[in-house]
T-cell receptor, first 112, second 112 residues
Framework: GENVEQHPSTLSVQEGDSAVIKCTYS??????FPWYKQELGKRPQLIID?????GEKKDQRIAVTLNKTAKHFSLHITETQPEDSAVYFC???????????FGAGTTVTVRA | DGGITQSPKYLFRKEGQNVTLSCEQN?????MYWYRQDPGQGLRLIYY???????QKGDIAEGYSVSREKKESFPLTVTSAQKNPTAFYLC???????????FGSGTRLTVV
């Protein structure tokens, strides 16, 4: 199956600064890479995703980049705000299935 | 709840007791998944089902059982064989051939 590693496990940034989270995956045939945001006690919510035929995707202050050669993808949050504080998970599917394997999560804290 | 309802929100289990977590969706999704989340860890796959009357083990199926008698419902039973069941349990679903989970709001199970 797919093995997904996520770094860092915790990230503290000053409000207005940028945050970057990186994930690596093992299955070179994986073709879909979502990012989820989970607030305390809540369900994970999909915030952005990217497919393997593009290298970057942006949605307002959030962007995801994909390097298929190196098998890694990253989440970039610019101009961070206190409401960005949450746990962020990356995920990837096995090449022969739609079920997702998740990274261990990154706890992001935005300091006011 | 975005079309997926998990109940109860909180559940307490005594030693040696079986308990069942409910997951119901009205999204007409074919595939359904159960994940377990422990503090500071990612989501680990317990069981999944892609069609009615069929399901497969995930990475941590020992001590759990499921059924899929109806498309809308995918209940998870935590048996007495699961020695460390205290966790947050999340149900998710997707349409056939598509990515991007929709998650339920979760059930927090505690052993007392």
């Amino acid at each position: 199956g797919e093995n997904v590693e996520q770094h860092p496990s915790t990230l503290s940034v000053q409000e207005g600064d940028s945050a970057v989270i990186k994930c690596t995956y093992s299955d070179s045939a994986s073709n879909y890479f979502p990012w989820y945001k989970q607030e305390l006690g809540k369900r994970p919510q999909l915030i952005i995703d990217i497919r393997s035929n593009v290298g970057e995707k942006k949605d307002q202050r959030i962007a995801v980049t994909l390097n298929k050669t190196a098998k890694h993808f990253s989440l970039h949050i610019t101009e961070t705000q206190p409401e960005d504080s949450a746990v962020y998970f990356c995920a990837a599917p096995a090449s022969n299935d739609y079920k997702l394997s998740f990274g261990a999560g990154t706890t992001v804290t935005v300091r006011a | 709840d975005g079309g997926i309802t998990q109940s109860p929100k909180y559940l307490f289990r005594k030693e040696g007791q079986n308990v069942t977590l409910s997951c119901e969706q009205n999204l007409n999704h074919d595939a359904m998944y159960w994940y377990r989340q422990d503090p500071g860890q990612g989501l680990r796959l317990i069981y999944y089902s892609q069609i009615v009357n069929d399901f497969q083990k995930g990475d941590i199926a020992e001590g759990y059982s499921v059924s899929r008698e109806k498309k809308e419902s995918f209940p998870l039973t935590v048996t007495s064989a699961q020695k460390n069941p205290t966790a947050f349990y999340l149900c998710a679903s997707i349409p056939t051939g598509l990515y991007g989970y929709t998650f339920g709001s979760g059930t927090r199970l505690t052993v007392v």
